[in-house]
């Protein structure tokens, strides 16, 4: 039997309409306007605003906080979903601010996906089949595409488009109102129109206690990507043979090796 119930009336404001087959922890807020349809699940320390709409199938874990506007779990903006029983994953302590778009998967059984300790600033789009892990930042008017997946604590700025099926690498940068459709490496910074790598987020690897042998071996592995005259086969190999036992290099030439779209460069 569930650990959750439908939220007493004390906690949802007189104008909010939650459907009976919701399921929401007892301290969950719903504020004016909010629309709260069937087969959502929300966890302890969530709060709706006003005007917040979330429709299932969706699960969603504690303490998120969905701001005025926000729609959360609505169907694909996809011509082929045909009604298929898909749903949205949310982790805890997220932040969805005001008019943020979530999307559901197109295809049955399928989630698009969303980790713990997200700030999604207002007006975010997130497509069908998404994927964003831990930590991830997504500044003003960010909209991805469907099958984009964001690794941890990757940060991208305003205004910026992300194509479908691209990838971007954790603990990277991409600068605001950027544009490309290749895969955004990992622990590199980016900007630019199309966009190009231009550098080391040498400020985020410091922040988050990447270690200072680490930041060394992805500075060599910047130059042999970016700055020698290596094509991106033969700085892999380069990169392995200096500096294969790092782990973050490991990370990086895994991203690298699997990437069908390739690389920003």
């Given at each position: 039997?569930?650990?959750?119930?439908?939220?007493?009336?004390?906690?949802?404001?007189?104008?909010?309409?939650?459907?009976?087959?919701?399921?929401?922890?007892?301290?969950?807020?719903?504020?004016?306007?909010?629309?709260?349809?069937?087969?959502?699940?929300?966890?302890?320390?969530?709060?709706?605003?006003?005007?917040v709409?979330?429709?299932?199938?969706?699960?969603?874990?504690?303490?998120?906080?969905?701001?005025?506007?926000?729609?959360?779990?609505?169907?694909?903006q996809?011509?082929?979903?045909?009604?298929a029983?898909?749903?949205?994953?949310?982790?805890?302590?997220?932040?969805?601010?005001?008019?943020?778009?979530?999307?559901?998967?197109?295809?049955?059984?399928?989630?698009?996906?969303?980790?713990?300790?997200?700030?999604?600033?207002?007006?975010?789009?997130?497509?069908?089949?998404?994927?964003?892990h831990?930590?991830?930042?997504l500044?003003?008017?960010?909209?991805?595409?469907?099958?984009?997946?964001?690794?941890?604590?990757?940060?991208?700025?305003?205004?910026?488009?992300?194509?479908?099926?691209?990838?971007?690498?954790?603990?990277?940068?991409?600068?605001?109102?950027?544009?490309g459709?290749?895969?955004?490496?990992?622990?590199?910074?980016?900007?630019?129109?199309?966009?190009?790598?231009?550098?080391?987020?040498?400020?985020?690897?410091?922040?988050?206690?990447?270690?200072?042998?680490?930041?060394?071996?992805?500075?060599?592995?910047?130059?042999?990507?970016?700055?020698?005259?290596?094509?991106?086969?033969?700085?892999?190999?380069?990169?392995?043979?200096?500096?294969?036992?790092?782990?973050?290099?490991?990370?990086?030439?895994?991203?690298?090796?699997?990437?069908?779209?390739?690389?920003?460069?």
């Amino acid at each position: 039997m569930s650990d959750r119930a439908v939220l007493p009336l004390s906690r949802v404001h007189a104008t909010a309409l939650v459907d009976p087959r919701a399921h929401l922890a007892e301290d969950v807020v719903v504020g004016p306007y909010c629309i709260v349809g069937p087969d959502v699940e929300l966890g302890p320390g969530c709060e709706l605003a006003s005007h917040v709409r979330i429709d299932g199938p969706l699960v969603a874990g504690a303490n998120n906080r969905f701001y005025h506007g926000a729609a959360i779990g609505g169907v694909p903006q996809d011509l082929k979903y045909s009604g298929a029983r898909s749903r949205v994953e949310i982790g805890d302590h997220n932040v969805f601010r005001e008019y943020v778009t979530v999307n559901r998967a197109t295809e049955e059984g399928h989630a698009t996906r969303i980790g713990s300790h997200c700030l999604l600033m207002a007006y975010v789009h997130v497509a069908h089949d998404c994927v964003l892990h831990d930590h991830v930042i997504l500044a003003n008017s960010v909209n991805l595409a469907g099958h984009v997946e964001i690794e941890e604590r990757a940060i991208i700025g305003g205004m910026t488009p992300v194509h479908q099926f691209v990838r971007i690498g954790r603990y990277s940068i991409v600068g605001g109102g950027s544009r490309g459709s290749q895969d955004m490496p990992p622990f590199f910074k980016a900007a630019g129109n199309p966009l190009r790598v231009v550098g080391l987020n040498t400020v985020g690897l410091e922040r988050n206690g990447v270690s200072v042998e680490a930041r060394r071996a992805l500075k060599e592995a910047y130059r042999h990507l970016y700055r020698s005259k290596l094509n991106v086969s033969q700085a892999v190999e380069r990169i392995r043979s200096e500096h294969g036992e790092c782990e973050e290099i490991q990370h990086l030439l895994r991203f690298i090796e699997a990437s069908d779209r390739g690389i920003v460069r």
